[in-house]
Structure formats: C-alpha cells, structure tokens
C-alpha cells in the first residue's frame, strides 16, 4: 500500500517522461529488430548470390574445357591411322573428354547432361568402329616398315659391293676371283633391292586405297553426330546465359558439312588422277 500511495505521490510531467522514455525505447527496440531482421535476409541473399556466382564461375570453366575438347575430337579421330598400333594407345586421345564430360554431368541441367552423356557414348561407339576399319592401315604401315628395312639392308650391300670392286679395279692387281664373286653379290643386292622397292610401292597404294576408305568412313561417322554436337553446344550456351539459335547452327553445320564434302571429292580425284 505505502508503493501505491508514493506512486500516487509522484508529479504527471515526470509520468510523462517515463511513458515518452518507455516509447523511445520500446521503437528504439523495434527498430533494432528490424534492422537486424533485415541484415540476415541481406547476409542470406548475399550468400546465395555468392553461390550463385560460385557454381556459375564453376560451370563456366568446366563448360570451355569441355567445349576445347569437342572440338579436338575429329582431329583425334582422323590422327588415327598415323598411330603406331603398338606403341599407341588408340584410346588415350578420348580420355580428356571423358574427364570432361563426366565435370559436365556433374553439374549442369538435367537435359545438358544427358545429351552430354549421350554424345559420349556416340564418340565411345566411333571410336570402336573407326579401330576396326582403321586396322588394314596399320597392317599395311606394318609390311611397308619390313619392305623397308629390306629395301635399305639390300641397298647397303649394293653400296658396299661396288666399293669393293672399285677398290680392286683400282689396286692394280687384278683378282678375277674375287671380282667375280664381288659381282654376283652385287646383282643379288641389287636384284632384292629392286624387289623389295616394288614390294614397298605396292604397299604404300594399297595403304593409300585403305586410307581412303577410312577417311570416308569417318567422314560418315562424324556426320551422324554432327547434330548432337549442334544440341549440346545450344544446352551449354544456354545454361550460360548466351543467345542461341538452334536452327542457325543446324543450316551452318549441313553447310559446312556439303563444302567439306566437295572439298574431298575435288582431293581425291586430283590425287587420283596424279
């Protein structure tokens, strides 16, 4: 009772202060909330624009190497018939890609990554065709390297032959015997070295013919996924954010692809007819 009564006891402009002090702090209170309300939404939009930003910087980097390597494809298919069958491995020039590619499936759009993996599996499944025809090449490469190291070892003994019958022719002191059996050494050389040459040109055309039919071949195979190649270069730049015209790049491509086919025919007949 003696709280209330002192209460009672107390002046309305002091009241007032205290209700005014009681609001101040009170919107002083709000305020605070308020702000710190708003710096997490700001801290959170922050981090995921910072996110954001992260995954596309990311994307963006796998993207172009991926990009690089698709574009090295045919060059890696058509180098094939200049690999030694033994000493190269056949299918070490896809393995970037495929790191490549799996980084792409890793982290983009669900219909990029599959018509990424899709492509993968069609280099996978050219890769195999192009081994198989590719293989007459490397028989042939085989045969014309042995005709060869023949041609060379005959055309030593041609070599060293004459010198030994120069030598004696100018000795001064004749020796029929020696000579005679110097001579059929050098005929025999001879006669091989130009059996192995034949032997060795005849390789080199059929390579020439089998060379021919790879690269056709190819031609063929790289041509059935040329479109694919279109679809994925369009979800890629798409995903980052790059105008794209599907169709455009189609029309471009049949273009490219009759300009290059000219091209060959005009090679080859010219090459045929040297």
Known sequence: MQLLELLKDIPNVIWS???????????????????????????????????????????????????AEMARIGAYFASLPQLHPVKDNLGDGLKDFLSASAKVQLVSEPETARLVGELTTRYGEILLTLIARVQPVHDLKIHIDIANDFYERNQADVTRTLSEIKQINESGRPDSVRHAALQRSFEQAQSLTKECAEEREHFYEQQGAAHKTFNMLLMQEMRTVGQLQVHVTAAIRKELNLETDVMEYEARLQDNWERMDRKIKEVLAQLEEG
């Open 17 to 67: 202060g205290v209700i005014a002090s009681a609001i101040t702090l009170s919107g002083v209170m709000l305020s605070n909330r308020s702000n710190t309300k708003r710096l997490l939404r700001q801290l959170s939009h922050d981090a995921r624009e910072k996110e954001k930003e992260r995954s596309a910087e990311m994307r963006r980097d796998v993207y172009l190497k991926a990009s």
